[in-house]
């Protein structure tokens, strides 16, 4: 689909020299002599390059149709992980270097990722916003400081580490941001 330059925003996908590229930033400038124009700022999806290129306002560049599916986590083959299509229930393995480390330590069994592709071939992939995970080592409670503001070490079922309120023990289960890998409230 054909879009104007100007219309050019962060996080748009944009076939552009027989690649896709992923918006990074975008700058709209008009000066005082000449047209107005869009210095765009783009990185390759498939070899990670980076591209800076300026687009006048009359200029249209292809946008990029991506699909976007819901595929459920299986398990883990080796270096591959397993996920399966919700809709039709093939199954499709992506590596876990493709993944990238900072997603894998999220992901358990059965949950439910996007997994967006152009003409067949995965691009990227999205986790939920939050995960529940256990607490399953921390520093016992200290009775009188629940109302301290200062957050204690623990260690998550997943076994990544996440700082969390004083007054909470081994066993409770915790909201964390798949973003920030931080805490954000206790789960339900």
Known sequence: MKINANTIKPGMILEYQNGLWAVVKTEHVKPGKGGAFAQVEMKNLVTGTKLNERFRS??????????QRDHSYLYEDGDMLVFMDQENYEQISLSKDWVGDDQVRFLHDGMI???ESHEGKPISMSLPDTVVLEVIE???????QTASSSYKPAKASNGMR???????????????????????????
């Open 138 to 144: 921390t520093e016992p409670t200290i009775k009188g």
């Open 113 to 115: 990722v996007v997994i």
């Open 58 to 67: 009359d200029d249209t560049v292809e946008r990029a149709v991506l699909e």
């Open 162 to 188: 996440v700082m969390i309120p004083p007054f909470m023990g081994t066993g409770e289960r915790i909201v964390v941001s798949t973003e920030t890998g931080e805490y954000m409230r206790r789960a339900d």
